[in-house]
Structures are given as structure tokens and as C-alpha cells.
């Protein structure tokens, strides 16, 4: 089946099921390699992309629910205001370990600072709680994102 996407800013048109997670949409045959694979059940969070400026988990969410939203990955996030100070502040602060987790994390860190650009660190851990970080980088991720919201 033929879908228009709204990929950061461009239109793709794919040729894929109605049923192929976006993940594999965006990795496979768009080529944005960035958005990374995890559990294939939502629960880590590796794979978050932006879905009209709202996180979602790419592995779980169907091509065909799309429709005309329109889809920001960890490759365009640092064309926004916020997206540019989270991902300076990750550097600043030194968040990467392994690295693997990180476009999930700056995905939904991002998302977080658009909705509440002071954040406490309760609207942070609710934000957030649905990445994991097998390195524990969780100390330096909570001080990118409150770095950033100062910036």
C-alpha cells in the first residue's frame, strides 16, 4: 500500500503494508538509520520519534496510522530551538556511555522541554520513565535536560 509521509520536513512516499511498524519504515526503507530498535514492544523507548511534535514508540505504531501527522526522528530534532539545546547539552555534559538508547532519550527530552520548558524533576521522571538506559546515564540525562531548559 502507497503512504505520504511527513518525514522532517520532506515527503516520502513508501510502499509498504498497512501494518509495518514505522520503525521499520523510517530504518528500512527510508534510511534513517538514527531511531534504533529495542524490545519491538514500547518499552524501552529506544525507538521514540516525534509524531506531530508528541512522542511516540515506532515499534508499535503502524505505518497506517500515521496518516498526514507529521514525523520528526533524532536526524531533524536538531533543527528546533529545543531540540539544538538538548542535544548541546548532551555533549556538554558527556550523557553518551554506550550511546545505543540516546535518540530515544533526546527524542523524548526534547518533547518534554516543548511542552514544559522549566521542568521539576517529577515532570522529568514522568517524561522520561519510558526510556531505559542500560548504561544508567540516568544522573547525567536528568542534568542535560535541566542544562538545557536554562540555555
Known amino acids: 500500500m502507497k503512504f505520504d509521509l511527513a518525514i522532517n520536513g520532506e515527503t516520502r512516499q513508501v510502499d509498504v503494508p498497512e501494518d509495518m511498524p514505522l520503525l521499520w519504515v523510517l530504518r528500512d526503507v527510508v534510511g534513517l538509520t538514527g531511531t534504533k530498535f529495542g524490545c519491538g514492544i514500547a518499552q524501552c523507548g529506544a525507538c521514540t520519534v516525534h509524531l506531530d511534535g508528541e ?13 498526514t501527522g507529521a514525523i ?25 556511555q554506550c550511546g ?13 522541554l516543548k511542552a514544559t520548558p522549566e521542568p521539576t524533576d517529577a515532570d522529568i521522571d514522568a517524561a522520561m520513565s519510558g526510556n531505559i538506559c542500560r548504561c544508567g546515564t540516568y544522573p ?9 531548559a536554562k540555555a
Open 55 to 67: 512522542p511516540i514508540r515506532s515499534c508499535v505504531t503502524a505505518v497506517s496510522e500515521v496518516g
Open 72 to 96: 520528526t526522528t533524532i536526524e531533524a530534532v536538531g533543527e528546533t530551538d529545543v531540540g539544538r539545546k538538548v542535544q548541546a547539552a548532551w555533549l556538554d555534559l558527556e550523557v553518551v
Open 100 to 112: 545505543y538508547c540516546q535518540s530515544g532519550q533526546i527524542m523524548s527530552a526534547s518533547a518534554l
Open 140 to 148: 547525567r540525562i536528568r542534568a542535560a535536560i535541566k542544562s538545557a
